[in-house]
């Protein structure tokens, strides 16, 4: 009989903290806000923030960056006992690779309801076909998650809504 997997969530805020650090690097190159880390044996042995605009690479979000990291870091393509904390539910694309890297849990802060296929659009994690099982939370400092992604794209609308203003004078 398999024995039922002991989870340690004691530090689940301190490393959605320093994926939100992560996000915030990223605004700050005007990249959508979005923090990831990889973690092992309670160290962090990747970090990521999305990038594919600054990177001119579509798949370069801040999951992607993150695993790619711990994997080079560990000089493996897989990641077995790791847990990936990431300020956004995961997309299609992220979610895959999370599977296929073998990453053990995952942990988000907001819901993506337009494109997240975790628990807003699908639960691609509980589907039948895949060969590795994925654990999951969601909402962990999802307010402060999802405040950083409300102030990054009001801030945008609003330098929008200037420069159409600065144009019909």
Partial sequence: MRQPQIIDRSKDQDFMREALALAARGALLGEVPVGAVVVQNGEIIGRGYNCPISASDPSAHAEMVAIRDAAKALDNYRLPGS???????????????????????????????????????????????????????????????????????????????????QGAV
């Fill in 83 to 165: 847990t990936l904390y990431v300020t956004l539910e995961p997309c299609s694309m992220c979610a895959g690779l999370i599977v296929h890297s073998r990453v053990a849990r995952v942990v988000y802060g907001a819901l993506e309801p337009k494109a997240g296929i975790v628990q807003s659009q699908g639960q691609f994690f509980s589907e039948g076909f895949l060969n590795h099982r994925v654990l999951f939370e969601g909402g962990v400092l999802g307010e402060e998650c999802g405040a950083m992604l409300s102030e990054f794209f009001r801030m945008r609308r609003a330098a929008k809504d200037a420069d159409k203003n």
